[in-house]
């Protein structure tokens, strides 16, 4: 049985597998950015954009504002949460990887500096 929560997890992975999605996110990180600047930023029409953004909007990844007729856009960083917390085993795995190529390397460095002494 998927819950609501599972449901919004998929859909927040499905919706960051596109990298123009992901641009999205990008450009909206640090700032609210209306619909027609962040369109402008794309070699792709408008409407096309506007699917990506719903596709966003309905993963709770972006939050949408409205002004009269202007429609404003930014992260919404909780859907991101379930990302997280799936990639932190990844995360100890590779710094775990990354811990044992430094010992190697430092061990061979080690072995190369004596065998160059003698």
């Keep these: 049985m998927v819950t609501k ?3 919004r997890t998929e859909s927040a992975f499905s919706a960051i597998a596109d990298p123009t999605r992901r ?3 990008d450009l909206v990180r640090n700032r609210e950015m209306s619909a027609g600047d962040i369109a402008r930023r794309f070699p792709v029409s408008r ?3 506007a699917k990506h953004v719903r596709v ?3 993963a709770g990844l972006l939050r ?3 002004e009269a007729t202007s429609r404003y856009y930014r992260l919404d960083p909780a859907a991101l949460q379930a990302v997280d917390q799936w990639l932190a085993p990844y995360r100890l795995f590779w710094a775990a990887k990354l811990v044992d ?3 190697v390397v430092e061990e ?3 072995a190369k500096s004596k065998k160059d002494e003698t």
Excluded: D
Aim: no cysteine; hydrophobic share 50%; net charge positive.
């Design 56 to 58: 966003l909007r309905q």
């Design 23 to 25: 641009a999205i996110l």
């Design 108 to 110: 061979e460095a080690k």
């Design 64 to 66: 949408e504002r409205r």
């Design 47 to 49: 409407p096309a954009i």
């Design 101 to 103: 190529l430094k010992r």
């Design 5 to 7: 929560a599972g449901a």
